[in-house]
């Protein structure tokens, strides 16, 4: 039985759970939670798929998860030798690099380009005006990490080496979106972060998750 993924493919979450399914050729269903309808705040969602109330949420045979990065990991280590190699679970050197920069997205660059995102996208879609101050504060934290990543990817190809990994593919759904903003310089105006994003958005696998990603909801 093929494993299901729970959420609506324009999620960012989901989609970072996309990413890797397709890197490794893993067959999935993808189960789709009705935001609108509140359908991730019943109480069998809540029970059974993420007590959160939240997307993604993943179900393999009896196993239940969420929290997308921990999903993909799962993925990954599960399937290991399937596809690409992005977590280097073979070389504790290459292994931890890609730790340390997993730990740099979620911690550093998630919340001012998810901030900046939702500022820009999604208030305007729920009919609430955006807070500029919002952007602008976050888009100056966002420079500094972009700074470090611009500096790092001088050095590299990727994030933790010369090898894509799941530390490069964690970033590509809030980046995706984050180009559709007036902020996307932010991006093109860092020559290696923009070579980097490129590259990565651009891999087979990446250009068929991101044809789904249609931004009509929330993101
Ligand atoms: C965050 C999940 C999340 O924010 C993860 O899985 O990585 N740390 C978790 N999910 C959002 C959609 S992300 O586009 C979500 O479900 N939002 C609806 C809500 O909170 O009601």
Redesign the pocket.
Known sequence: MALKVYGPPF????A?VLFSLHEMGVDYELVPVN?SAGE??QPSYLATKNPF????ALEDGDLTL????AITRYIVTKHKGMGADLLRLDNPNKSALVGVWMEVEARNFNEPISAIVHQILVSPLLGVTTDDQVVETNAEKLSKVLDVYEERLSKSKYLAGNFYSLADLHHIPYIHYFMKTPKASLISSRPHVKAWWDDISSRPASKKVIEGMTFGE??
Not at 11 to 14: I, M, Q, V
């Open positions: 999620s960012t979450c989901a970072r935001f991730h705040k109330g939240q997307v993604p969420f929290e997308s990065r929330k993101a």
